[in-house]
């Protein structure tokens, strides 16, 4: 089974302040992705990587930012995080393969920012 | 109008009872689909690949029609541990992104 592992299932923290959210996977997957799910809004592509070093701007990339110096390891960054941030926060990969594969979800990190 | 469109329920059913949810998308290049099922807090999980000629994976039955860019998702036999979101996801033109839709929210009732 993959296993999609996000660091924090909560965390809290105050406006301005550097955030980040780490991700890893053990499944060898070459895509990964962040993603946030509000209320009404559904799932939103923030950020998404196809290789080590690799990033491509998702839907709403404004305030955030990615690193994926490892093929496993996949970071979002909130460069100065501000209230209107606090959200679920989903980590994915999936294969890359022909076809489009499914994704897989870690657990969720649910980022409150005060 | 949005990419890919669910009615958002609640669906609310008694035990046993079949029930159906539509989905429709506008991207008519996408060609990869699934549900994906959310339960309440907890991250969307797979639930079934919907393949052209459709497919069925026990109590569960998807069906494509490209013609008409719907999917759907058919559930025989509800149980109480079916309440959940079920999300519909298609692929974009290009990449390996997906575009989820907003969820049904189906409540199996006693």
């Known amino acids: 089974d993959v296993k999609v592992t996000q660091s924090s299932r909560y965390l809290v923290k105050r406006t301005g302040e550097k955030v980040f959210l780490e991700c890893v996977q053990d499944?060898?997957?070459?895509?990964m992705f962040w993603y946030r799910q509000d209320p009404g809004l559904g799932l939103r592509l923030i950020y998404f990587?196809?290789?080590?070093?690799?990033?491509e701007k998702g839907d709403i990339p404004e305030g955030y930012s990615v690193s994926r110096e490892k093929k496993e390891r996949f970071s979002l960054i909130l460069e100065s995080a501000s209230t209107n941030q606090t959200s679920m926060y989903l980590c994915?990969?999936?294969?890359?393969?022909?076809?489009?594969?499914?994704?897989?979800f870690g657990d969720g990190t649910r980022l409150s920012i005060l | 109008r949005k990419e890919v469109e669910q009615d958002p329920g609640p669906f609310n059913v008694p035990e046993g009872a079949t029930v159906a949810f539509n989905c429709t998308y506008s991207?008519?290049?996408?060609?990869?689909f699934f549900w994906y099922r959310q339960d309440c807090r907890k991250e969307p999980k797979l639930l079934m690949s919907?393949?052209?000629s459709g497919n069925e994976d026990g109590r569960f039955t998807a069906q494509l029609n490209r013609a008409s860019q719907y999917i759907s998702l058919l559930i025989r036999d509800s149980k109480l541990s079916d309440s959940a979101t079920y999300l519909c996801?298609?692929?974009?033109?290009?990449?390996?992104?997906?575009?989820f839709g907003g969820g049904t929210r189906l409540m199996v009732k006693p």
């Open positions: 919907v393949y052209s």
């Open positions: 990587s196809y290789d080590v070093k690799m990033k």
């Open positions: 991207n008519s290049a996408s060609q990869s």
């Open positions: 996801v298609v692929s974009r033109s290009a990449g390996n992104m997906l575009t």
């Open positions: 499944m060898d997957h070459e895509n």
């Open positions: 994915a990969s999936s294969l890359s393969r022909q076809g489009v594969r499914p994704q897989h």
